[in-house]
């Protein structure tokens, strides 16, 4: 089935630094991806929709500048933390869908392992 | 008011019991997810529903539309079931994602 691979899986880093989380999808295309954010015993949280080849599109709340987001290839989106503060730490998902046949608004979620940010 | 409301919140069950999860949501939706997360973080697709009932080894999904409410059922339950269940679901536009809190369930041998 298909896959979505996220790296890294975990990093820790200084305060100020900004971090790249990479997200994959290994067997098909994925013109959208999604991004979540997830706090400690909280549900996921969407910030944004990745759209291959143009800007993503914010959920309210979420600052465009501190988190940016790269949909360079129909098989990559990429997240950067910037200028990282310990308010950052949390725990980040990503998604695509696989549309195959399907109609677009129906298109199976698969999500990625999740990366573990720590800024110390 | 959360859009989508997930029952329980917590749940341990002895191991072979049969287990059910309910999701209730309030927006016009395309499709319901029901999502497995393990403690380490990552997440896996179990269901994807628009309509009557899905079933997949142990598991069996249920959605009833007009009253616009979702069951996770868990026949047989076993210890490696533990891990936090999450109900989604894709609004009729397409893009805009509403996820329940979740349910952790704690299957004991």
């Known amino acids: 089935g298909a896959v979505v691979s996220q790296h890294p899986s975990w990093v820790i880093c200084k305060s100020g630094t900004s971090v790249k989380i990479e997200c994959r999808s290994l067997?098909?295309?994925?013109?959208?991806m999604f991004w979540y954010r997830q706090f400690p015993k909280q549900s996921l949280m969407l910030m944004a929709t990745?759209?291959?080849?143009?800007?993503?599109?914010?959920e309210q709340g979420v600052e465009k500048d501190k988190f940016l987001i790269n949909h360079a290839s129909l098989t990559l989106s990429t997240l950067t933390v910037t200028s990282a503060h310990p308010e950052d730490s949390s725990f980040y998902i990503c998604?695509?869908?696989?549309?195959?046949?399907?109609?677009?608004?129906?298109?199976?979620?698969?999500f990625g392992e999740g990366s573990r940010l720590t800024v110390l | 008011k959360n859009e989508v409301e997930q029952s329980p919140q917590n749940l341990t069950a002895q191991e072979g019991e049969f287990i059910t999860i309910n999701c209730s949501y309030s927006?016009?939706?395309?499709?319901l997810h029901w999502l497995q997360q393990h403690p380490g973080g990552g997440i896996v697709s179990l269901f994807m529903?628009?309509?009557g009932k899905k079933k997949h080894g142990r598991l069996i999904a249920t959605i009833n539309i007009q009253e616009k409410h979702s069951s996770l059922h868990i026949t047989a339950s076993h210890p490696r079931d533990s891990a936090v269940y999450i109900c989604?679901?894709?609004?009729?536009?397409?893009?805009?994602?509403?996820f329940g809190t979740g349910t952790s369930l704690t299957v004991i041998p």
């Open positions: 529903l628009s309509s």
């Open positions: 927006v016009g939706i395309s499709a």
């Open positions: 989604a679901v894709t609004s009729n536009t397409g893009n805009q994602f509403y």
């Open positions: 067997d098909f295309q994925a013109t959208t």
């Open positions: 998604s695509a869908r696989d549309f195959g046949h399907l109609f677009a608004n129906t298109g199976e979620l698969f």
């Open positions: 990745s759209n291959e080849g143009s800007k993503a599109t914010y």
